[in-house]
């Protein structure tokens, strides 16, 4: 089945830029997702691309996809400590309705 | 829209026990998920549903899990007899089919310990 990897743990310092990395198996995805989890909280939907897309931009938040080796990045500009959280790539995979979720990056941002 | 509600939002029980976690999906949503999160395993997809029809339950741990869909607007996750290793916290969520995105809306989620 369908593998996501993420690195476990980003720190930055606030007002810098993050950039959040994930890596898929299958090929065949047709959407990727981003998806933020704060404390206590469920997984909100960030931002997703389509896989015939290679950048999509929305505001601070930036996506890029290289479908050669598959993989994911959200590129958060002048990042806040409002970031903090856990950020989750997602991948639709094959026929089923159902996505497959990366482990989580847990992006700290210090002052 | 209120969002998905998920009650109750925490639940201490004790090994053995039955266990009932509730789900009100996204009103006019016709897909729902229930997840598990656990710190070893990440987010794991237990069952989901399509107009109130389970599709896919191959994710559910055992048969001490169990999953119901009454209705459009109602979902159940039980767990019968629960055991320390069943602590977790479990997530409901909802889509909409027909837009081709699988943009999940996901409730608060119940924490789950079984002491």
């Known amino acids: 089945g369908e593998d996501v990897e993420q690195s476990l743990f980003l720190s930055v310092r606030e007002g810098d830029s993050s950039v959040i990395n994930c890596t898929y198996t299958?090929?065949?995805?047709?959407?990727l997702y981003w998806y933020k989890q704060e404390p206590g909280a469920g997984l909100q939907l960030l931002t997703y691309i389509f896989s015939n897309m290679d950048m999509k931009q929305d505001q601070r938040l930036t996506v890029l996809l290289n479908k050669k080796d598959k993989h994911l990045s959200l590129r958060i500009a002048d990042t806040q400590t409002g970031d903090s959280a856990i950020y989750f790539c997602a991948v639709s995979s094959g026929s089923a309705r159902q996505l497959t979720f990366g482990s989580g990056t847990q992006l700290t941002v210090l002052p | 829209d209120a969002g998905v509600i998920q009650s109750p939002r925490h639940e201490v029980t004790e090994m053995g026990q039955e266990v009932t976690l509730r789900c009100k999906p996204i009103s006019g949503h016709d897909y729902l998920f229930w997840y598990r999160q656990t710190m070893m395993r990440g987010l794991e997809l237990l069952i989901y549903?399509?107009?109130?029809?389970?599709?896919?339950d191959s994710g559910m741990p055992e048969d001490r899990f169990s999953a119901k869909m009454p209705n459009a607007s109602f979902s159940t996750l039980k767990i019968q007899p629960s055991e320390p290793r069943d602590s977790a916290v479990y997530f409901c969520?909802?889509?909409?089919?027909?837009?081709?995105?699988?943009?999940?809306?996901f409730g608060s989620g119940t924490q789950l310990s079984v002491l």
């Open positions: 549903f399509n107009n109130n029809v389970p599709i896919d």
């Open positions: 299958d090929s065949s995805s047709t959407y």
């Open positions: 969520a909802s889509s909409l089919a027909g837009r081709g995105t699988e943009k999940l809306f």
